[in-house]
């Protein structure tokens, strides 16, 4: 299963790269929320993948007692998501305002032009 | 509980900035007022680290393994008075430096936001937070770079934006690989983990990407192309505060992190470090002596100048980081100082008078004179503190046998000062036909161009600037506390884990 997430990651960056190197600007955004569902899937994989139990313990039992899932991996991922959610809309509306301003959706003719 | 104010209180303020930005006079005096209570707070918290130790608040009392811990040392201290003194200074002069449209939306709460990140960055004690506090600063500064929706500011926008968010991705996967690793995110606790047990090159590659993560946000070369692309369009008030604050805490992170978990057996990443501090210092000088315009000018010497603390650092001395500490509190005052005179000379409303006038007023003498003060410490001549920053930076190279680094840096100082006085010159020069927005002139700013209001902040900050060099002995102490906190992590590890 790690072997299939580490795949999935690493072609997650590799779109991502791909599609931030590309000279449209919408292009640009969508390879950024590549870029950060590629990390939040590491992190998802680094935290282990493991068939497991809920981390509840309740008073009566030892916490020992059964494999647990570790929960931080997943409660830091949920802060990673919103966090690229809100990056994310705010380049999207960044993008459509220099699209309404410049009048393209070319980032070289964008960033360029005062040069 | 005095560490979370530093924290709390320009949230607090931001907070009502937000319901008060119609009433742009209620909401200056609002900015002051909250500004006035961070620095307070920060003095408060360097008041009871300046002794040397180390205090460490566990946010709502979690123990320690499970909570995120705040930590204040001498370095954090120190960072957050200059940071508070910074957003003073800012925060006084917004009244007039800042258009009324971008005061009504939002720009001061915008402003405390971005210090509420960095503070929280300042004095987190886990990996994890640092990344949010990262993100909360990051994400005001996008705000604070786009707010007016001129061309020439979406322009740089897109590029600092770009870079920006890589950097974020590349800190979140160096955290989870190392998450995956160690099993913590606690700083102390990881320290003890990698010293102990981890598989060696699972940490230098984390360490990269650290590297890569942290160079990118302290413009290291060769990463830094996004600042020289972006800093110079938005107002010049936002840009002050920019370059006061961002690439610092970038600089701040490298130390803290690297200190903690990457100090011994990682010789080939500080020689990249050196090497990369080196190579930023000699692009930035010659970028900064090759432009001709203010503002692209002074960006290219900030890059120039993060290359000197970070060189420190990567000697790993106890002098060597003592001068990086030094450094960077004077810098973050200097930078901010010459970004602030850059937005009065060039108006920001350019009200730029057809007839030049032959005589300059005694305050257009005032501002030239404060950015030949502020020009002369950031070149290092006494007795300003960048004189005492850079000769403890020189000795600490000197130290260990490293006269090439020792070299570059004199020479850098050397083009700095040209690089300035250059611009010094133009600034005042009389046969300039008209003054324009990256060419300013004093003389064709038509009377009165600005006010106290503008002027008093750029005063205070060279004041600070010399007064830490005239009194440089207890800050050095500081620093030097920094030093020996920073060099010995068991002591950091020891106060945040107990007993």
């Known amino acids: 299963m790690e072997t299939a997430l580490a795949i999935l990651v690493g072609s997650l960056f590799a779109g991502g790269l791909y599609l931030l190197l590309r000279p449209s600007a919408i292009k640009l955004v969508i390879g950024l929320a590549l870029l950060s569902h590629a990390a939040n899937l590491l992190l998802f994989t680094a935290g282990g993948l493991v068939r497991a139990g809920v981390p509840i313990v309740k008073d009566t039992e030892q916490p020992t007692q059964q494999i647990m899932a570790d929960p931080l991996p997943q409660a830091m991922i949920l802060t990673a998501i919103v966090i690229s959610f809100a990056v994310l809309a705010f380049s999207l509306t960044m993008v459509c305002r220099a699209y309404s301003v410049t009048g393209t959706d070319n980032v070289d003719a964008i960033t360029t032009r005062g040069k | ?499």
């Open chain 2, 1 to 499: 509980m005095l560490l979370a104010l530093p924290i709390v209180i320009p949230l607090a303020t931001a907070a009502l900035l937000v319901l008060l930005r119609r009433y742009t006079r209620a909401a200056a005096l609002l900015h002051v007022v909250g500004s006035i209570a961070l620095v307070a707070a920060c003095c408060a918290v360097l008041a009871r680290t300046w002794d040397g130790s180390i205090h460490v608040l566990r946010v709502g009392d979690w123990p320690t393994s499970v909570g995120i811990v705040l930590v204040s040392d001498a370095l954090s201290g120190g960072m957050l008075v200059v940071t508070s003194l910074v957003a003073l200074a800012v925060s006084i002069s917004a009244s007039r430096g800042i258009d009324i449209q971008r005061r009504r939306f939002g720009f001061a709460s915008y402003c405390q936001l971005m210090v509420v990140g960095v503070c929280g960055a300042l004095l987190t004690g886990d990996l994890f937070n640092l990344y949010v506090w990262f993100e909360v600063m990051l994400v005001s500064s996008f705000v604070l770079l786009v707010l007016g929706g001129e061309r020439r500011q979406l322009e740089g926008a897109i590029t600092y934006v770009a870079i920006n968010l890589i950097a974020s991705v590349t800190l979140l996967v160096a955290i989870g690989i190392l998450y995956g690793a160690a099993g913590t995110v606690n700083l102390a606790d990881l320290a003890t983990r990698v010293r102990h047990g981890m598989d060696h090159s699972v940490a230098h590659v984390v360490g990269v990407l650290f590297l890569v993560a942290f160079g990118i946000k302290a413009a290291l070369f060769p990463l830094f192309f996004w600042l020289p692309a972006s800093y110079h369009t938005p107002p010049s008030l936002v840009a002050a505060l920019f370059a006061g604050l961002l690439t610092k805490v970038g600089v701040y992170a490298l130390l803290r992190v690297f200190s903690l978990l990457f100090w011994s057996g990682f010789d080939t990443t500080y020689d990249v470090i050196l090497i990369a501090s080196v190579l930023t210092m000699l692009t930035g000088a010659l970028g900064a002596v090759g432009q001709r315009d203010l503002r692209p000018k002074l960006c290219y010497l900030l890059i120039a100048h993060v290359g000197y603390m970070t060189m420190g650092f990567a000697l790993r001395t106890e002098s060597g980081v003592a001068g990086a500490a030094f450094y960077i509190w004077h810098h973050m005052l200097v930078m901010t100082g010459l970004f602030m005179v850059s937005g009065i000379v060039v108006g920001e409303n350019p009200q730029v008078a057809e007839a030049r006038n032959a005589w300059l007023s005694p305050r257009k003498w005032m501002v030239g004179g404060a950015f030949l003060l502020l020009a002369m410490s950031l070149a290092g001549l006494p007795p300003s503190s960048g004189f005492v920053g850079k000769l403890a930076l020189v000795r600490a190279a000197l130290e260990v046998e490293r006269y090439g680094v020792a070299a570059v840096a004199l020479f850098v100082e050397l083009l700095t000062l040209y690089a300035l006085v250059r611009a010094w010159y133009d600034i005042l020069q009389r046969e300039r036909r008209k003054g324009s927005p990256d060419r300013p002139n004093l003389r064709c700013l038509r009377e009165p161009a600005f006010t106290w209001v503008e002027l008093g902040p750029v005063l205070g900050l060279t004041i600070a600037s010399f007064g830490m060099g005239l009194v440089a002995a207890p800050v050095f102490q500081l620093a030097e506390r920094t030093a020996v906190q920073l060099s010995t992590p068991s002591r950091y590890i020891g106060a945040v884990l107990g007993e």
